[in-house]
């Protein structure tokens, strides 16, 4: 598979099958993902991976804590700005819209969007959890760093046919993940990562959202 391919197929799948994966090509996945570029090749990446019954373990405490009230101290860092600017909030909302659509979730269908929440924390069924995170102690460049890796896990998972969904949700359950996996204090959750089987027929799956053309983002200097 050439990386433009890669890049392509990769989308965030929110429905898998159960097959599983084995754990060499998890281990495949992970040890080339190692190659990430990263600043003075501090490699600050901090990575935890369930499989089975731990899995479904951990999925399951943050769903007692949901029902329960559970919600601890919230996430560590802010997902997303404090404030939207027209464009970025048009965007956020657009894709927001097209998912609920394709889930057959009006809007105001507050169980409805209630239910597909809660799916987040089941890794949407796929059978391979992963929780990244960083040390405190590092800067933005080491957070920059992280990000690298995430993408790389992605794509490579795209070789051998596989599928993610990285989920920022996980960070706002941190203190559950934290207790569950034994995560330091000194460590701060950043995402989950799904990564299984895609259900092909599924029709959250086939949402492809939209990118902005180069113009848009790009300024060039040539003279």
């Known amino acids: 598979m050439l990386v433009s391919e890669a890049i392509a197929t990769r989308r965030s799948m929110r429905t898998f099958k159960p097959d599983p994966v084995s754990r060499a090509d998890v281990e495949w996945i992970i040890a080339n993902a190692t190659r990430a570029a990263s600043n003075g090749n501090l490699q600050p990446w901090k990575l935890y991976v369930t499989i089975g019954p731990a899995r479904e373990r951990l999925s399951g405490a943050i769903l007692k804590a949901i029902d329960a009230g559970d919600n601890g101290p919230g996430g560590e860092y802010d997902v997303y700005p404090k404030e939207f600017t027209p464009l970025y909030d048009q965007r956020r909302k657009l894709v927001g819209k097209q998912l609920y659509t394709v889930l057959g979730v009006p809007r105001g269908d507050a169980a409805g969007m209630l239910k597909q929440f809660r799916r987040n924390f089941l890794f949407f069924d796929a059978p391979v959890g ?8 590092m800067g933005g460049g080491q957070w920059i760093d992280c990000g690298i890796f995430l993408d790389q896990l992605m794509l490579l998972a795209r070789e051998k046919g596989l599928h993610t969904c990285p989920q920022a949700a996980f960070s706002r359950y941190q203190h559950v993940v934290r207790r569950e996996l034994g995560i330091p204090d000194d460590q701060i959750v ?3 990562l799904a990564l299984g089987y895609a259900d092909p027929e599924a029709i ?3 949402l492809v959202t939209e990118r902005a053309p180069i113009q848009d983002f ?3 200097f040539d003279q």
């Not at 992963?130 to 102690?137: D, G, P, S, T, Y």
């Open 130 to 137: 992963m929780i990244l995170c960083v040390e405190r102690r």
């Open 190 to 192: 950043i995402c989950g």
């Open 204 to 206: 959250p799956n086939n």
């Open 218 to 220: 790009t300024t060039w």
